[in-house]
């Protein structure tokens, strides 16, 4: 079975950039896209078709995807940014999440 | 305003059944693609299954772990989504969300989830 692979944790200084990465066989010949989900929320789509932004997201979200890694990169990570973050794709009929990467802003 | 309201969950013993419901509203619901995702406590997030639209062919697809076990299914004219869970297992605790679904596969809008825990 296909599967995506992030870092466990990823910390960031407030107004510095945050890269998350997320691995898989061939990731690139697919659509990745990424949530952020706060505690005690749902999850929130920030990134799909690896690099579009839904209305209403911040500038500062961007992806990339390429290869076998997509990766998420916040700019001017702000506090409001900490939280866990998902990466997921669509593969054979069967949608794949990645583990997850608790970003920390300090 | 898209809104998804899961509903149906509850205490259930281990070989047990339930059936979770979520009414949709602020968007055409017949012609959506709709997915069940999970999350146990504390961990990540884990697609259940995933069923198209009607006029799509009405499709379902499962995650290996509920195949078999989990029966996705829709009322387009109750603008309702399920999923019937039977012979369930204390690792299917967890909170249940409904989603949208885009054919290129992201999930645009999520429910609140609701809490199915399964124990003895």
């Known amino acids: 079975s296909y599967e995506l692979t992030q870092p466990p944790s990823v910390s960031v200084s407030p107004g510095q950039t945050a890269s998350i990465t997320c691995s898989g066989d061939?990731?690139?010949?697919?659509?990745a896209c990424w949530y952020q989900q706060k505690p005690g929320q749902s999850p929130l789509l920030v990134i799909y078709?690896?690099?579009k932004r839904p209305s209403g997201v911040p500038e500062r979200f961007s992806g990339s995807n390429s290869g076998n890694t997509a990766t998420l990169t916040i700019s001017g990570t702000q506090a409001m940014d900490e939280a866990d973050y998902y990466c997921?794709?669509?593969?054979?009929?069967?949608?794949?999440f990645g583990g997850g990467t608790k970003l920390t802003v300090l | 305003e898209v809104q998804l309201v899961e509903s149906g969950g509850g205490l259930v013993k281990p070989g047990g059944s339930l059936r979770l419901s979520c009414e949709v509203s602020?968007?055409?619901?017949?012609?959506?693609?709709m997915t069940w995702v999970r999350q146990a406590p504390g961990k990540g997030l884990e697609w259940v299954g995933r069923?198209?639209?009607?006029?799509?062919?009405?499709?379902?697809n499962y995650a290996a772990p509920v195949k078999g076990r989990f029966t996705i299914s829709r009322d387009d004219s109750k603008n309702t989504l399920y999923v019937q869970m039977n012979s369930l297992k204390t690792e299917d605790t967890a909170v249940y969300y409904c989603?949208?679904?885009?054919?290129?596969?992201?999930?645009?809008?999520w429910g609140q989830g609701t809490l199915v825990t399964v124990s003895s």
């Open positions: 989603t949208t679904a885009a054919e290129s596969g992201h999930l645009s809008d």
């Open positions: 997921q794709a669509w593969d054979i009929n069967t949608e794949v």
């Open positions: 069923i198209k639209s009607t006029a799509d062919g009405g499709a379902i």
């Open positions: 061939k990731l690139g010949d697919k659509y």
């Open positions: 078709q690896d690099s």
């Open positions: 602020g968007f055409t619901f017949s012609n959506a693609w």
